[in-house]
């Protein structure tokens, strides 16, 4: 399967302050999607990145919090605006052929 | 009610037992469903799709049933290397092809020696 690069790998943020996470596949995806995995829990989708328009956001997030690039078919990001602790996770991309693939995961940390 | 829901263990078996992972979906238009497993702070990689007529790739073996909505994962001669988290996926079809992925809470296995 394709291969996705995502960074930064961790970050430890201030509160009130914005963090972009890159994702970069080596080839086009259709799909492409941002999740979140708090510590010891399964992975929450956020939204469906959808190529030249607006994310497809899922109940409980919003585009002014979690504002979703997504200019062509192999780059996506996610920023996450105005950062509290309660923002502290896991977030990952994942591209999908069949089946879906991941990056590495970004570790963040809200002080 | 989740939507993809496991009983998240923790399994705790020897190396050589054989374990079984059950997992139950609520979404009938639940079109295509997947095994992931994740290690501990690494994302998760597919470890099988499953296929209604059930499907094995060496000592894992993945039963569908569309009728009880329910999908299992059968792990044969357990190995150490097996230890990990074990995601149950189902996905509906969406507007397009490839729709988005549900995932179960995930089931933990410690295979001991």
């Known amino acids: 399967s394709a291969v996705i690069s995502q960074k930064p790998s961790r970050d430890i943020c201030q509160r009130g302050t914005s963090l972009t996470i890159q994702c970069q596949v080596d080839?086009?995806?259709?799909?492409m999607f941002w999740y979140r995995q708090q510590p010891g829990q399964s992975l929450t989708l956020i939204a469906t990145a959808n190529q030249g328009s607006e994310a497809t956001y899922e109940s409980g997030f919003v585009i002014d919090k979690f504002p979703i690039s997504r200019p062509n078919l192999t780059f996506s990001t996610l920023t996450v605006s105005n950062m509290s602790p309660e923002d502290s996770s896991i977030y990952l991309c994942?591209?999908?052929?069949?089946?879906?693939?991941f990056g590495q995961g970004t570790r963040l940390t809200v002080v | 009610r989740k939507e993809v829901e496991q009983d998240p263990g923790p399994f705790n078996v020897p190396e050589g037992a054989t374990v079984a992972f059950n997992c139950t979906y609520s979404?009938?238009?639940?079109?295509?469903f997947f095994w992931y497993r994740q290690d501990c702070r690494k994302e998760p990689k597919l470890l099988m799709s499953v296929y209604s007529s059930g499907n094995e790739d060496g000592r894992f073996t993945a039963q569908l049933n569309r009728a009880s909505q329910y999908i299992s994962l059968l792990i044969r001669d357990s190995k150490l290397s097996d230890s990990a988290t074990y995601l149950c996926?189902?996905?509906?079809?969406?507007?397009?092809?490839?729709?988005?992925?549900?995932f179960g809470q995930g089931t933990i296995l410690t295979v001991h020696p």
């Open positions: 979404n009938s238009a639940s079109q295509s």
């Open positions: 994942s591209g999908r052929t069949v089946e879906a693939f």
């Open positions: 080839s086009q995806v259709t799909m």
């Open positions: 996926v189902a996905s509906d079809a969406g507007g397009t092809s490839y729709g988005k992925l549900t």
